[in-house]
Structure formats: C-alpha cells, structure tokens
C-alpha cells in the first residue's frame, strides 16, 4: 500500500510537471528526474523519433554517460524496437535474459543489470520511448514499476502530441573537447579530495553549453581541466580528437593563448588602458587575432571604445572583457559566472552578445552558472552533483536571451 501511495504521489507530480509547466523541455527533463528518482534508479532517457531519418535521438538523460550525441536506427536495440512495436519491455534480469541484446549505454560504461524501456504512444503512431536502467540498491524492477513508467510516458505522450513538438535533430555535431573519465583529487596532508569522480562529456562545435549546479560539485574544476587552468588526476582530456591530458608546458601555453577565450564573473580589465586597448593588449599576444575594433563592435560598445573601465557600468566593463576573449579567435570560450555580479537588464546585455557569439561567429561557449534560467537559452544544459554528470538535456526550443525572467 505504501508503495502504491508513494507512486500515485509520483504520478502528481508528473502531472504537474507536463501539463502546468509552459517549457516542454524542462517538463520533460523534471519528469524524468521524478521517475528516476521514485525507482531509485542510476539512469533514465527520453528518445524521440526524427521522422525524417527514421531515427531516435536522447532529449534528456539522467545518468554519468553522456550519450546527447548518439542516435539509433528505429527498430534497432531495445529502444528502437520498443519505438517500432510500440510494446514495453521490462529486463527483469539482463544477465540471465536470453532476449536482452545490450542497450546504447552498453558502450558508455554502464553496464545494464535491470531494465524497463516504454514506447511514447499518441493515438497514430509511436513518437519515442523511455528508458530506466539499474536499480542503485541491486533489486530488481517490479510490475508496478513498470506500469508507473507506463503511466509516465501516456502523460508525456499526450502533452508532446498536444503541443506539436517536432524533433529535427538536424546534422551530427562534431566533438571539440572531449572529457572522459575524468577524475581531480586534491591531496593536503594526509586528506584526499575528490572532486571530479569520473566526469563523461563531449562539447561540440559551435554549441552553447550551460553546467549547473551546487557550490563545491565540481563544475568551476571542470571547467579550469577545459581550460588548462588546471590538472586532471586521471582519465583522458581530448582536443579535436588530440589526447591532451598531459600536455607540454609549451602545448599548454599556446593552448590557453590561441585556444581558449576566459570570460570570468570579475571582469579583470587593467583600469589604465581604455577598452580598446585593454582588448589590443590581449591582441598583440596571438598569432590571428580580430581587429580589436571589430571585437568591440561585435560587444555593441564602439561609442565607448575610448572609455575607461572607472568610466563605464559593470554589464559594459563584462562585454570589454568578452571582446577581449573574443579578439583571439577562439575556438572555445569558457565564461564562469559572468552575470552573478549584474543586475537583470544588464545580464541580459551580456547575454545577448553570447548568444550572438555562437550563432554569428560559429563559436562554442561553456558556461558555469547558478542561474538556472539561463540554462533555457542554452543547446545543452549539463547538471553536475557531487564530483559527477548527474543529467544532460538538449533544449529543443532554446530561447533567446531577451525572453529570460528572473
């Protein structure tokens, strides 16, 4: 009876989730997390089918693999044949299961032990399916279990199919920065601090990436290992396809020079030199670097380019330091919490030149932030809890800048 209960109060709360929440992605990523978490399960994953190509894309996962990049033919795997019938699948026991073929995360280090996988069924067709992997205490899925998931999936179903969502998953994206397995201990005395504890995450071409979460999770070390700011203790970093976990002091020097645009929540800008010069002095340190006047033009401040830092507001001092990042080409720009010392219409200033830095300049950007509303106008959205990836989600509507509320 208790657990009947616990589960109607899970279906609530799914309820509420898609069918009060405005953001479709964001419901469907908290009712996964809700069924994840109410079957105390180590993975879940939402696939829609691309009509187009015929195949299954993850909108939202929960677990340490970063799978946001893979996609499967329809009716192939457990997933795609749960797509393709339209029937559940509930592996009771994956090693002594005859029918069980492997799952998609097979490849990404998580070995599957106990499964359920339901197809997203509309009245016409089969739109996708959801897949719930592991029990973390070692049991086994149950009936009930199955019809929760069940439950789940008609209510997402409904709410997809109602608002006419459409997934155009549109070209593979190719992976710049690739973190695999990636640990970072800190050892002071006889103390040992894990902060990462095995961190899987591929960063694309020309995506925005937003990592949240709480103080002390691990994300800022994350992001300084990216940068070269700072030393993984073991696994592998990857720069377009180059292994770069133990680089030279020369590679790492040009790396964070040529390679690598920082953006920081102090805006560090040399209050003794004007705009233009303090993104001249960054200039004159790379081999290809962009006019520094068309940096600043880009950051919508030439009418200020002769100004001082002492003479401009703290969303103008943020978009000289983003001109500054920008003026080296970079492939990559890494911003930690470059809006948490703004005011709102300021931080919509600041973000509106991001947005416009990947869509117009072909750059990725990775940022840190608490905010979790930012977070919607992002490609992906990476949560990190407690020195691991806890989810990732692929917004299929991100949102512009200038549509954020807080």
């Given at each position: 009876m208790a657990t009947s209960k616990r589960f109607t109060v899970a279906t609530w709360q799914m309820m509420e989730q898609l069918l009060e929440v405005d953001n479709l992605d964001e419901a469907l990523s908290g009712s996964l997390d809700i069924i994840v978490n109410n079957l105390k399960s180590?993975?879940?994953?939402?696939?829609?089918?691309?009509?187009?190509?015929?195949r299954l894309h993850p909108v939202c996962n929960i677990g340490s693999a970063d799978i946001s990049n893979v996609s499967i033919e329809n009716g192939i795997g457990v997933e795609g044949k749960v797509t393709k019938t339209g029937e559940s699948t509930m592996i009771a026991d994956a090693a002594n299961d005859p029918s069980f073929e492997g799952t998609t995360l097979d490849d990404y280090g998580v070995v599957t032990k106990t499964m359920i996988c339901v197809p997203?069924?509309?009245?016409?067709?089969?739109?996708?399916?959801?897949?719930?992997?592991n029990k973390?205490?070692?049991?086994?899925?149950?009936?009930?279990?199955l019809e929760l998931c069940e439950h789940m999936a008609a209510l997402a179903a409904m709410t997809i199919d109602e608002k006419g969502l459409i997934v155009d998953s549109g070209e593979e994206k190719e992976v710049l920065i690739k973190l695999e397995n990636v640990t970072k201990q800190f050892v002071t005395?006889?103390?040992?601090?894990?902060?990462?504890?095995?961190?899987?995450?591929?960063?694309?071409k020309n995506e925005f990436v937003v990592i949240l979460g709480e103080s002390g999770c691990g994300k800022s070390t994350m992001m300084n290992i990216i940068g070269g700011m700072d030393f993984l203790t073991g696994g592998k970093l990857f720069v377009e396809g180059k292994d770069f976990s133990h680089p030279t002091d020369l590679e790492l020097t040009k790396y964070r020079r040529e390679y690598i645009g920082f953006v920081f929540q102090a805006y560090n800008l040399m209050p003794n030199l004007t705009a233009v010069e303090n993104v001249q002095f960054i200039a004159e340190l790379v081999d290809n670097p962009m006019s520094s006047k068309d940096a600043i033009a880009k950051v919508g401040l030439t009418d200020r380019a002769n100004n001082y830092p002492g003479q401009m507001s703290g969303g103008q001092q943020q978009r000289v330091s983003i001109a500054r990042a920008l003026v080296k080409n970079p492939k990559l720009i890494l911003a930690d919490e470059p809006t948490a010392a703004l005011d709102y219409t300021t931080s919509i200033e600041v973000l509106n030149v991001i947005e416009d830095i990947v869509k117009n300049q072909?750059?990725?950007?990775?940022?840190v932030t608490h905010n979790g509303e930012i977070a919607k106008m992002a490609d992906r959205v990476v949560k990190v809890r407690n020195g691991k990836i806890a989810s990732i989600k692929r917004n299929l509507s991100p949102l512009?800048?200038?549509?954020?509320v807080w």
């Open positions: 180590e993975a879940g994953i939402i696939w829609l089918l691309d009509k187009k190509t015929d997203l069924n509309v009245v016409r067709e089969v739109i996708g399916c959801v897949q719930i992997i973390t205490d070692g049991s086994l899925y149950d009936e009930e279990e005395g006889d103390t040992v601090l894990q902060v990462l504890k095995g961190i899987n995450l591929d960063i694309y072909g750059t990725t950007v990775l940022m512009h800048a200038s549509e954020l």
